[in-house]
């Protein structure tokens, strides 16, 4: 009888206040608001679009929700899709780590009176041993939108993030984004449901076809202060934070970087002797080589910029000349478009050379690492105003973006970052 007790308290607690199992596993950043997204995203019907701000924790919401699915409904077959492949991974990965817990095996006991195991887990896929399907599926999916979605079915399917930078950029990629959507509905099963979340990026992105989003923009969550919010709007474009803070679309801001005062120009080049050094390779066509040489002192960035309208081979003179003058002692490439070639040419000159392959997108690295520094920069004589004024007419439509795209990239190696906090276990029950 107390056995009995203790479950139906446990499962109540499920059902009203699922947010306290995001505590019990360490999320205790999670408030009354996530309680609410909770109990929709696991016992909720028909299909639901929620948008929310940028750090509000909807992914965490979600990965939480994806454990609860797999405990209290076992026969349900749940695919989980964002982006990319990778993009699926670490939500997979967290899921499998909440499984794992001892709190997990407490709680199946406590709802089922069975142990807890796992038999199938992979990047992509998990199943437990609670359940019975015969079909052979696994509970748990996971996958890009450039899967494969023929012949399967599935009862619920939550998208997160499937709408990102791309789709603002790229109306190919807002169509592929609303076909894989479409294709969705048909693998639907009868009476499932489709859960999505995330931000929105152009007018006509995927979220105009999702059913009316529920909102919750930055200023109604309570979530990040007023402090913060005016730090995260120093730092980014217009129209980027109110894509991703205030859930709603404005025109591309003509002006990014406003121009700065006669102060930050003219300085002297000793400022920026033994900085590091950045250069963007331009090749054939119409891209220009940048070359950016900067110096960071008591939280201002002194700069050098270069540019030059040529293939990056015959700039080779100049940038050399520059690392030698300037004791640079490291010079940062990245190698996407050349295998490393340049690299191993300035290498050869003596050169202390240091490559990376690009990952992030180019818009949101210049409007996240150079607009957060901006103010800060001060340029020293012999600085190309050409490519200055480069900076200051760019926008996510920019025909030229070599030389923010150089100063960014130098940015993103001198900005110093700092670890989340890690948060504490706490007690269930």
Not at 307 to 323: F, G, L, N, Q, T
Not at 350 to 366: C, D, F, L, P, Q
Not at 373 to 400: K, L, P, R
Request: contains cysteine.
């Amino acid at each position: 009888m107390m056995m009995d007790r203790q479950r139906k308290k446990v499962l109540t607690i499920l059902k009203d206040d699922p947010v306290r199992v995001g505590h019990a596993l360490g999320f205790e950043k999670l408030e009354s608001l996530h309680n609410q997204w909770l109990i929709d995203m696991v016992y909720g019907h028909g299909d639901k679009t929620l948008q929310a701000h940028r750090g509000s924790y909807k992914t965490t919401d979600v990965s939480v929700a994806l454990l609860l699915i797999m405990i209290l409904f076992p026969n349900d077959r749940t695919l989980f899709m964002r982006k990319t492949d990778t993009d699926v991974k670490e939500v997979i990965a967290q899921v499998q780590k909440m499984l794992d817990t001892e709190f997990a095996h407490w709680l199946v006991h406590e709802v089922w009176g069975v142990n807890l195991e796992v038999v199938k887990s992979t990047q992509t896929e998990i199943t437990t041993n609670l359940t019975n399907d015969p079909r052979g599926s696994s509970q748990l999916t996971a996958q890009g939108m450039n899967g494969s979605l023929t012949g399967k079915h599935y009862d619920r399917i939550f998208t997160d993030d499937i709408v990102n930078i791309q789709d603002r950029a790229s109306k190919a990629e807002r169509d592929h984004t609303k076909l894989v959507y479409q294709e969705l509905q048909n693998i639907k099963n009868r009476g499932g449901r489709i859960y999505n979340t995330g931000t929105p990026w152009h007018k006509e992105d995927a979220f105009t076809i999702m059913p009316n989003p529920v909102k919750y923009d930055c200023y109604s969550t309570g979530l990040i202060t007023e402090q913060d919010l005016r730090d995260i709007r120093d730092k980014m474009s217009p129209s980027l934070f109110a894509a991703n803070y205030e859930l709603r679309h404005i025109a591309s801001e003509d002006v990014i970087f406003q121009p700065l005062d006669a102060s930050h120009f003219g300085l002297s080049l000793s400022l920026v002797e033994q900085g590091l050094m950045h250069v963007d390779s331009g090749f054939y066509g119409e891209d220009y080589t940048a070359m950016t040489v900067c110096k960071k002192h008591d939280g201002k960035y002194y700069v050098l910029l270069k540019m030059w309208r040529k293939h990056v081979e015959d700039c080779y003179p100049d940038i050399i000349s520059a690392y030698r003058r300037f004791m640079s002692g490291k010079c940062y490439m990245e190698t996407n478009a050349d295998k490393g070639m340049v690299a191993r040419d300035l290498r050869q000159a003596g050169m202390k050379m240091v490559t990376y392959a690009e990952k992030m997108n180019k818009y949101v690295k210049i409007v996240t690492y150079l607009k957060a520094i901006w103010n800060d920069v001060y340029f020293v004589e012999g600085t190309d105003m050409d490519a200055v004024q480069q900076i200051c007419d760019y926008s996510d439509v920019a025909e030229h973006d070599d030389a923010p795209d150089s100063m960014a990239s130098m940015a993103r190696a001198l900005y110093k970052k700092v670890d989340a906090e890690q948060a504490d276990y706490t007690m269930f029950l």
